[in-house]
């Protein structure tokens, strides 16, 4: 049976290239050709990939994101993204060791994290990287991975094995999707990241503003109840909120 893991694997090595090769997939992940052939086969009948001698691509089309590139959702909701990123940096204390995971939500608490002693910012994203990196009193850790070019965020199993070895005291991460039940994204193939992310603390920080609840999204990330707080803004709908708010998650509405 092909593993969710591997399954992801692959995915995210087609997505960089857009093609792959049995041998190259099989040495990378330490498994035998035939196991490979079969996982590119299967993937196949799901519609993900398709198949070529000796390998697989996949069409451009096929797996563009649903979510709009960076710079374009960096002017969407700007106002309240920068409340809602003042509000987390707040939740931030000296000696932490926070994960940033990127996004346009959580770019905006960057700008309010400085003046703090002895912070450590882990991130999976090379422009949160940069933008901390202007804060010289923070130590800036960045995960390993495969390339995401329109996000600059880097995926797969390099990063989370890396995040396996490391405490945090804090996860923030800016939602693609927020209903009653929990956290859902575009992408499948950062699942396997995205999720890594979300487990890596014992506190798990939501940014999301009202624009997120609108949404439905094919991936399932996490259940309400792994969320420790959530920050929003004003325009969240009630309903949604006191529905995670019954489920123990705390909200700040900015």
């Keep these: 049976m092909l593993s969710v893991a591997r399954a992801e694997r692959l995915l995210d090595m087609l997505q960089q290239d857009r093609s792959l090769t049995v041998t190259a997939a099989a040495e990378y992940l330490g498994v035998s050709p035939s196991t490979i052939r079969r996982d590119l086969t299967h993937l196949e009948s799901q519609g993900r990939l398709s198949r070529v001698y000796g390998g697989a691509v996949i069409e451009a089309s096929a797996e563009d994101p649903i979510e709009p590139p960076r710079l374009a959702r960096k002017s969407e909701h700007a106002d309240a993204k920068r409340q809602i990123g003042q509000a987390a940096a707040r939740l931030v204390t000296d000696n ?7 996004g346009t939500t959580t770019d905006a608490m960057l700008q309010f994290l400085g003046g703090r002693t002895r912070l450590t910012v882990l991130t999976n994203n090379l422009q949160t990287a940069v933008i901390v990196s202007q804060h010289p009193e923070i130590t800036v850790v960045v995960l390993g991975g495969y390339l995401r ?6 995926l797969g199993h390099l990063g989370v094995e890396a995040l396996s070895r490391l405490n945090v005291d804090r996860a923030f991460y800016g939602a693609y999707a927020v209903d009653a ?11 396997e990241t995205d999720r890594a992310l979300i487990s890596a603390a014992p506190e798990l920080v939501v940014l999301a ?4 609840f609108s ?13 420790s707080t ?3 803004d004003a325009a969240a709908p009630v309903a949604t909120l006191d529905a995670l708010s019954a489920q123990g998650v705390r909200i700040i509405t900015c």
Excluded at 96 to 102: E, K, P, S
Excluded at 149 to 154: A, F, P, Q
């Design 230 to 232: 959530l920050v929003t």
């Design 181 to 191: 039940d929990g956290l859902m994204g575009a992408e499948f193939n950062e699942t």
């Design 149 to 154: 070019r329109d996000e600059l965020s880097l």
């Design 209 to 212: 503003d009202s624009s997120k």
């Design 96 to 102: 932490d060791t926070i994960l940033v995971a990127g």
């Design 215 to 227: 949404r439905r999204a094919p991936a399932r990330l996490a259940s309400a109840t792994e969320i």
